[in-house]
Structure formats: structure tokens, C-alpha cells
């Protein structure tokens, strides 16, 4: 009995160990918690909403650049994500979630912390210079005279024998079957 409590003890402290997220502080039965917990201004975060009994909802609010669409397999629990504002000042700022056709059912706060504080996001990397693409690798040729990459003497000489040498053969192969169709 006595390794029973040590085990389920020792595997609630590994549970709350990796929760990652931490949650708003009216959250409850009721309430939404915000990963990261303290996010910078720009930050991604998602958000975790409990007390909405349909699949859907929405958060708003004065920190993120756009609402959050909420969704979920019902039961209360609806995820969405969205980015906090680039222009916020560190402090709190009120989520407030519509759903189940009510407007404010679900409410907390972020806290957004100092840009200095904050975790730093990198932004997507793009390229420098431009990438020589299109034209099935002929892009290069673009930029070259036509006139200096033409074809020289050497290669016209050999165009005109291949040409003679073509139409001696369908002459030849004409007179063949001239000849054939007369026995």
C-alpha cells in the first residue's frame, strides 16, 4: 500500500513536471492558460480554453495581433494560437473568449514581459542574393550576346553536310521505291 502512494505520488510530480503550460490567474474549472507564460511582444502562443461546452469559440484581445480561433473535440477543452503585438509595452491584458453563442463565457489575462526578457524570436530566414531559377537552368543564358554564343564556321559547315547528307538519303530512298513500284 505504502508503494502504491509512493508511486502515484512520484507520477503526479513527473505530470506537473512536464505541463508546460501555466495557467491565467482567475483559471479554474473555468479559465484559459497561455503558452508561453510570460511571452514577448511578437511572441506565437497558444492557448488552452476550459469551459466552453462546443467544439468552437474565439479569443480577443488588446494583445494579439488578430482573435484567436478556438477548436475543440467538445467536452470544454478548445486550442487555438495566434501572436502577440509587436508595439505592446510589458504588463497584462485582458483575453476574453466567446463561445456556446455567449460573448465574454471564458476570461483571463496575459502578461506580456519586457522585449529584453522575453524569449528572443529569430525572424525566418530569406536569401541575400537573388537565386538563379527558371528557364530549365537557362537563366545564365540570358544575359549573354546572342551574336558572341552563336554558332561559328565550324558548326554551320557541319550543319550543311548533316543537311546534304539527310537529303541525298530521302532522294536515294524516293528513287528506290520509284524504281520497286514499276516491277
Known amino acids: 500500500m505504502r508503494s502504491m502512494r ?3 505520488c512520484a507520477g503526479a510530480v513527473v505530470a506537473a513536471a512536464f505541463t508546460p503550460a501555466a495557467y491565467a490567474a482567475d483559471a479554474g474549472p473555468a479559465g ?3 503558452t508561453p507564460v510570460s511571452p514577448g511582444p511578437g511572441s506565437d502562443i497558444q492557448l488552452r480554453v476550459m469551459g ?3 467544439r468552437t469559440g474565439t ?3 488588446d494583445a494579439f495581433v488578430s482573435d484567436a480561433r478556438l477548436t475543440g473535440g467538445g467536452g470544454g477543452g478548445l486550442t487555438g494560437e495566434t501572436r502577440v503585438r509587436t508595439s505592446l509595452h510589458p504588463g497584462s491584458y485582458g483575453i ?3 463561445c456556446d453563442g455567449h460573448s ?3 476570461k483571463g489575462t496575459v502578461t506580456v514581459a519586457a522585449p529584453d526578457s522575453a524569449p ?3 525572424p525566418p530566414a530569406s536569401p541575400i542574393a537573388p537565386v538563379h531559377a527558371g528557364g530549365g537552368g537557362t ?3 540570358a544575359s549573354v550576346d546572342a551574336r558572341a554564343a552563336g554558332p561559328g564556321t565550324k558548326q554551320a559547315v557541319v550543319g550543311l553536310v548533316l543537311a546534304s547528307v539527310a537529303a541525298a538519303a530521302v532522294a536515294v530512298r524516293g528513287a528506290r521505291r520509284g524504281h520497286d513500284s514499276r516491277d
Open 120 to 122: 528572443s524570436v529569430s
Open 104 to 106: 465574454g463565457r471564458v
Open 59 to 61: 479569443a480577443t484581445s
Open 96 to 98: 476574453e473568449v466567446d
Open 52 to 54: 466552453c461546452a462546443g
Open 32 to 34: 484559459i492558460s497561455v
Open 139 to 141: 537563366a545564365h543564358l
Open 6 to 8: 509512493l508511486t502515484l
